[in-house]
Each structure stands twice: as structure tokens, then as C-alpha cells.
């Protein structure tokens, strides 16, 4: 198994002043950077302590441990990845919300009790949403081909991304999710499959499904099912980039319908920002592939891409980035690490924002252009401005069960994103603080309330789940 940087190492040291001062020493010459030092047991003769260190990168381990061990006075007992610790036994489980103490409980909970419930929802399938999990429950579904920055790596490999989505669903909305890693990989294969497990889900989240398919994936699942269906990779990304870009532009005190915007990256993330920033008014957008910039004159044969040709670089631009993105005021990354310099960023206008998602490593070096650029985001939580889709799809589901949506629409999504971008307040804003903390309480209430609301304006919300309902002579 290979290690990642971040290690717990546990030690056994003879009693003895400066046994425990060597070890540190040994950890700071091979590149270590110290964390916690805890205590585990100790005799007159021996001390054992367990050590956190991070790495400059996985590669400093085996120095480490060989240094370590050629110490006196000193036994390697145990070399723990922390990063893998956490995932022993996988992230998430099935809790009970109702107890079985003795048989009344039994009776009530499943046989017979149960059977009344399962008549009372076969006549009227909508009650499912209030006497089963169904109204609070998402699909987190993937079939593995496009995960994080790994690529097509497979649904089993896929599940621990899965499994952590799921906590961030319970942790921030509220909402049961379940991981779904489909062993197809076709688009109506994916379709099918996902039409057979809705019965038992308030709503669908796709998730890490590459393109092109992805798009047809969501287009048709939304097309066949009242229920909400939400790509993540498009949408989420799309909600925060357009809400982080919004106050952007403020703080550099430029407009949306007035900026030239050019976007590396034409796959899910990209088309969706795309179609995202066009709604929220702007009219100038470049969109650039491997092959340069995307023009009418010189259709891709993507259908996509195709959609980006006829509806962005109005001044049939060509070239290469680095070449279009001359004057440009706004530079958004979705694709890949190093395509930019700061020579490239000195061509952009006065005060550019830029805004290079790439993970982990950004389409520039922040470093490099942190006196040109009035604002810089990345995807990185090591970094200010992170876009991270953690400020949006928790409140988007969580709007979206609320009022038992049919769907989410464009307007929704809109909507989402001006309700975050409005958490931080005029006066708050800075070149550093363009859009609010994932762990800031506020977020996913009020990207919520944004979603319902919406929903109930444009015709897609049903009611609320919870509402009291005369059914049979038995009030539920």
C-alpha cells in the first residue's frame, strides 16, 4: 500500500534525557514537519510516544524510517498512514431512528404494524415521502470514470469519494445520502440503473461521471424523473464560481455584463460555469480546449462543444490561451496545472481576477501573480477565495426536499448562487475574502431558502414534505 505524507509514527525510547530531543532532530533533517506528541505508556525503563508528522512528500518516508531506526535507544513499534486510519472500516453507517426494545416495538416497527403502512403507500405513492426515508434520502451516484483528479479509476475505487460526500450531506443539511458506484458505464446503462433505485430516493445526485456523457446522463434522468437530479461537478461548480465571481467583481469594481471572461476547461465544470455566468448577464466569454479557443467558424464535433461554439466568443477569437487571454479582465481554470504564467497574467487587463480551480495544482501559482491580480480563488483550502462545492449542493438538496421540488432548474441554481455570494456583506468584502467559509453556519440555510423559494415561483415545488395529511380516517 503506498503512504500518503501524513503519518502517526510510534516509537519506543529508553527513559533518558535527549532520546526523545534525537528523534526530532532525525524528523526535521529528513523533511518532517512536527504535529501532535502523545504520551501512550511509560515505565522507569521506557517511554512510548506516538508522533504526527507530515511530509514535504511520501517519498522522505523511507529516510525517515531508516534514520529513526539507526538511533540508540530507539524502536520503530508502528508507522500508521493518518490519512488511511481515517477510512478504516469505511466513513459512514445506518443508524436507527426508532428503537426495538420489547415486541410492541417489533409489532409496530415491521410485522404487522408495517403493513398498514405499505398499503396506505401503495395506494397513494406520494405519502412514501413522509412515512419512509424517501423525503430526506439522495443517491449519490457514480460509475467512477472521472474522480477528483484521478480520472477514470472505477466504482469500487470510487467509494471512498462517495462515502465522504455522504458525511458532508449530514453534516452541513441534514440529509441521509448514499454512496451508488455503478459497475456500467454506459450512458443508458447509467440511465437504466438509476431509474430502477429512485423509488427509494427524494432526490439524485450525480457525481465524478466524465464527459460528454455526463451531460446526456442528466438530461435524460431529469427528463424521466420528478424528482430533483443535480451533475455536481456541472452545477456545484457552476453556483460557486458564478456567486465567487460576482463579488469579485465587485471588489475590483467591474460588471458582469461589461468584463471579458476567458474559461480553459470544456468539459462538465466548464459548460456548466459557462451557461451559469452567460444567465447572470455576461455577454463576453472565450472558452478554450487543448486545441485553443472555441469558435463558430471551426465547429467541434462535441455536442457540447458544439453549444459553446454558437454561443460564446462572439468575436470569433482564435488562438491559444495564452494568446486570447490578452486583455481579458477575468480568467476562470477548469483544466489542468501550469498552463499560465505570470507573463500571461501581465497581458490580462488592470487588476484581473483569476480564478484557477485546477486540483491540486492550479492553473497558476497564486505566488507568481499575487501583486499583478486584483482577486485570486483556486480550489485549494490551503489558499484564500477556496470554490468549493461544499458551499452548494448541501443547500440545494436541502431546498429542494423541503418543498418535495419535481427538479432543478436554471433558476434555482441562480438563485443559490446570489444567495452566497450575498452571505459576505459589502463591507466585508476584500481581494481575500470573496466568498464564505464552508464551515460558516449560514450557508447552507441560506442557499436553501433561495432554492425553495425559487422553486415555488417558477412551479416546481409540490408542497411541503411534513405537512399534516387526512388519509384513511388516520391523521399522519
Not at 511509560?42 to 523511507?62: I, K, N
Amino acid at each position: 500500500m503506498v503512504m500518503s505524507s501524513n503519518i502517526n509514527i510510534r516509537l519506543q525510547l529508553n527513559n533518558r534525557p535527549g532520546t526523545l530531543a534525537a528523534v526530532l532532530a532525525v524528523i526535521a533533517r529528513e523533511g518532517g514537519n512536527l504535529g501532535a506528541i502523545d504520551l501512550i505508556s511509560a515505565s522507569s525503563t521506557h517511554v512510548v510516544r506516538e508522533v504526527m508528522v507530515r511530509l514535504r512528500d511520501r517519498s522522505c518516508l523511507p529516510g525517515l524510517i531508516q534514520s529513526l531506526e539507526e538511533l540508540p535507544g530507539v524502536q520503530l513499534v508502528q508507522v500508521a498512514d493518518r490519512v488511511f486510519l481515517r477510512h478504516l472500516g469505511g466513513k459512514i453507517e445506518v443508524a436507527a431512528r426508532r428503537d426495538i426494545l420489547n415486541r410492541e416495538d417489533l409489532s409496530l416497527v415491521y410485522t404487522p404494524g408495517v403493513a398498514q403502512v405499505s398499503e396506505a403507500i401503495a395506494r397513494e405513492p406520494e405519502l412514501a415521502y413522509q412515512l419512509t426515508m424517501k423525503g430526506n434520502a439522495v443517491a449519490i451516484v457514480t460509475d467512477g470514470s472521472a474522480v477528483l483528479g484521478l480520472g477514470d479509476i472505477g466504482p469500487e475505487a470510487a467509494l471512498p469519494v462517495m462515502e465522504g460526500k455522504a458525511i458532508l450531506f449530514k453534516k452541513f443539511a441534514g440529509i441521509n445520502a448514499f454512496p451508488v458506484c455503478l459497475n456500467v458505464h454506459e450512458p443508458e446503462e447509467i440511465v437504466a440503473a438509476v431509474l430502477a433505485l429512485a423509488p427509494t430516493f427524494g432526490g439524485i445526485n450525480l457525481e465524478d461521471i466524465a464527459a460528454p456523457k455526463c451531460f446526456e446522463i442528466e438530461e435524460e434522468l431529469s427528463r424521466l424523473l420528478a424528482i430533483p437530479v443535480f451533475h455536481d461537478d456541472q452545477h456545484g461548480t457552476a453556483i460557486v464560481t458564478t456567486a465567487g465571481l460576482l463579488n469579485a467583481l465587485r471588489v475590483v469594481g467591474k460588471q458582469m455584463d461589461d468584463v471579458r471572461i476567458v474559461v480553459s476547461g470544456a468539459g462538465a465544470a466548464g459548460v456548466a460555469i459557462i451557461k451559469m455566468l452567460l444567465s447572470a448577464g455576461a455577454k463576453d466569454i472565450v472558452v478554450c480546449d487543448r486545441k485553443g479557443a472555441i469558435a463558430r467558424d471551426q465547429s467541434p464535433g462535441v455536442t457540447s462543444k458544439k453549444w459553446l461554439a454558437e454561443n460564446t466568443n462572439q468575436g470569433c477569437l482564435h488562438g491559444s490561451l495564452r494568446e486570447v487571454i490578452t486583455g481579458a479582465d477575468v480568467f476562470i481554470g477548469v483544466s489542468g496545472p501550469g498552463l499560465l504564467g505570470r507573463e500571461d497574467i501581465l497581458k490580462m487587463s488592470h487588476r484581473p481576477v483569476v480564478f484557477a480551480l485546477a486540483n491540486p495544482e492550479p492553473e497558476v501559482e497564486p505566488e507568481e501573480i499575487c501583486d499583478i491580480a486584483g482577486v485570486i480563488a483556486t480550489g485549494r483550502s490551503d489558499y484564500p477565495n477556496q470554490i468549493n462545492n461544499v458551499l452548494a449542493f448541501p443547500g440545494v438538496f436541502r431546498g429542494a426536499l423541503d418543498c418535495n421540488a419535481s427538479g432543478i432548474n436554471n433558476e434555482m441554481c441562480i438563485a443559490a448562487a446570489r444567495a452566497l455570494a450575498g452571505i459576505v456583506e459589502a463591507e466585508q468584502l476584500s481581494p481575500e475574502y470573496i466568498i464564505p467559509s464552508v464551515f460558516n453556519a449560514e450557508v447552507a440555510p441560506a442557499v436553501a431558502r433561495a432554492v425553495e423559494e425559487t422553486a415555488r415561483r417558477t412551479g416546481l415545488a409540490r408542497g411541503n414534505l411534513y405537512d399534516k395529511k387526512e388519509q384513511g380516517g388516520i391523521t399522519i
